[in-house]
């Protein structure tokens, strides 16, 4: 039970009583007695048109014949003792003999109902020597006792002014109050908070946010005892050191993740992740072993697939990459075959109306040589042939009249990605999660499959997947936790792409 526990407690406790607290006052201290009346229906039943609804009212018997009935409204009126007391005859303080008066503005009182009394002796009340009376627009009405939770309705008929127009109860009440109320009838408005309500819901809001306030700033002032609490021991298997994590551009949002984590969990460990696609990844590894003078150098290559050479290198299969074919938005087709794909990147079809899509040209967004993404696209889709030529800067044109394909290189999968977006017509591929969260283009299905996570690699179900695996120089084994030195760091959880 620390001091912000207690602060909320109180405050908790503090709200519920003054909810409580706000309902009693209004209904028993302040208005002890209380006559509260609501209009239930107030509809037009002549056939004079004044409410703008475009036709007359279809009218037959007594309302068709009686001429005064052209403009008649009626409406229903209910009177309730909803207060914490009962009301006697001797508790009305108007001086005439009546007790309320019920005023239809700008309407003519023509008959009146009286109706669903709660108790039927309240009948015996609604009588012309006790005041029952009309005249103009207000009807009279007694001086009617009403015990606590009783009512009665009045069914008026009036004529000479349009339906809606405004309903009141006049009179006086010893200790109370006779007002209006709200309800949620069908053809009235939302209940309306009293101010007295409104001002405890903005207080009771006012409370809590400072509250938060309190408990988050005491928290921020209030570090936790060491002595209570004391530091976490560092993960089994951490290294402190420098790593330098290079190769696939594809799996980089993979390793930049783990890479956080590792830090996290691991204090003095440093993990920068500089992927420039993995075959420049395994030349700078090998250059970086090449020029060590002893041991495997603090670089780990990510690698899609295994590249053709792997001398010295030692080599670990960490997770499985799906990949996917991507369309710019302005080609809609849905997938394609292998067949057709190899058909376009040979350069035998050159426009997309050739497989039943827009007219527009076929643009080809590659990666460059030193991308491992790439070898996988020519190994799975293209039956081990390679891409045409480059023929393009922009993607948008050919460097020369005589070029068959319009093909571009980007540096990365993003670099990818975005210019598929981008440019009309255009075609190329990636991580199937990277391609996933730009807009502007879609992914295609291989052949009717779909591409889909855990498939296998070489799975015939969808068959552009890869192993991804880690290398390192030389035989590598990871440092003792104590040692200040650099150590190769990988995770030993499998990750999924």
């Known amino acids: 039970m620390n001091a912000q526990n207690v602060v909320a407690i109180l405050a908790a406790v503090l709200g519920v009583v003054a909810s409580f607290a706000g309902v009693w006052y209004e209904r028993r201290v302040l208005r002890r007695r209380r006559i509260g009346y609501r209009v239930q229906m107030d509809m037009p039943i002549g056939r004079d048109n004044r409410h703008g609804r475009g036709r007359a009212d279809i009218r037959l018997g007594l309302f068709s014949d009686l001429p005064d009935m052209s403009d008649a409204t009626l409406v229903l009126l209910r009177i309730a003792n909803d207060g914490a007391q009962s009301i006697a005859d001797t508790d009305y303080t108007r001086r005439a003999l009546h007790g309320l008066a019920a005023v239809f503005t700008e309407r003519i009182v023509r008959g009146v109902a009286v109706t669903e009394p709660e108790d039927e002796h309240l009948l015996d009340h609604f009588t012309p020597s006790n005041g029952m009376a009309h005249d103009g627009d207000t009807v009279h009405l007694p001086r009617v006792p009403l015990n606590r939770g009783q009512h009665y309705k009045l069914l008026v008929l009036l004529s000479g002014g349009s339906g809606g127009s405004e309903v009141r109860v006049t009179g006086g009440i010893r200790d109370g109050v006779v007002a209006r109320n709200r309800s949620t009838t069908v053809d009235d408005k939302s209940p309306l908070f009293s101010r007295f309500s409104r001002a405890i819901i903005i207080g009771l809001t006012l409370g809590i946010v400072a509250l938060a306030v309190i408990i988050v700033s005491g928290q921020d002032a209030v570090p936790a005892p060491v002595a209570i609490r004391p530091p976490t021991p560092p993960p089994l298997g951490c290294a402190t050191g420098r790593l330098t994590v290079n190769g696939s551009t594809a799996f980089a949002p993979v390793v930049q993740e783990v890479a956080r984590r590792y830090q ?23 250059k970086a072993g090449a020029a060590a003078a002893s041991g495997s150098p603090t670089v780990l290559t990510v690698y899609d697939g295994q590249p053709e050479s792997r001398a010295h290198l030692s080599g670990l299969s960490v997770a499985l990459s799906t990949f996917a074919v991507v369309v710019n938005n302005q080609v809609p087709l849905p997938g394609l075959t292998s067949t057709s794909i190899r058909s376009i990147y040979r350069g035998d079809i050159a426009n997309w109306n050739q497989l039943g899509g827009p007219d527009l040209p076929i643009r080809l967004v590659s990666r460059g040589a030193d991308s491992g993404t790439r070898d996988v696209f020519r190994s799975r889709i293209l039956d081990g042939v390679g891409e045409p030529a480059l023929t393009s800067q922009d993607c948008l044109h050919t460097s020369s009249p005589r070029d068959r394909v319009i093909r571009c290189e980007r540096d990365d999968t993003e670099g990818v990605l975005s210019t598929v977006a981008t440019v009309p017509g255009a075609i190329g591929y990636g991580e199937l999660e990277a391609a996933g969260a730009v807009h502007g283009l ?16 070489g799975s015939p179900l969808y068959p552009f997947v890869e192993i991804e695996h880690a290398y390192t120089y030389g035989e590598s084994r990871p440092r003792a936790p104590s040692s200040p030195a650099s150590a190769t760091i990988w995770p030993g959880a499998a990750v999924r792409t």
């Open 264 to 286: 996290t969990d691991c204090r003095g460990s440093t993990v920068t992740v500089a992927a420039q696609g993995s075959n420049k990844g395994v030349q700078d590894l090998t």
């Open 442 to 457: 879609h992914t295609l299905a291989l052949d009717g499959r779909a591409p889909v996570d855990g498939a296998t690699a």
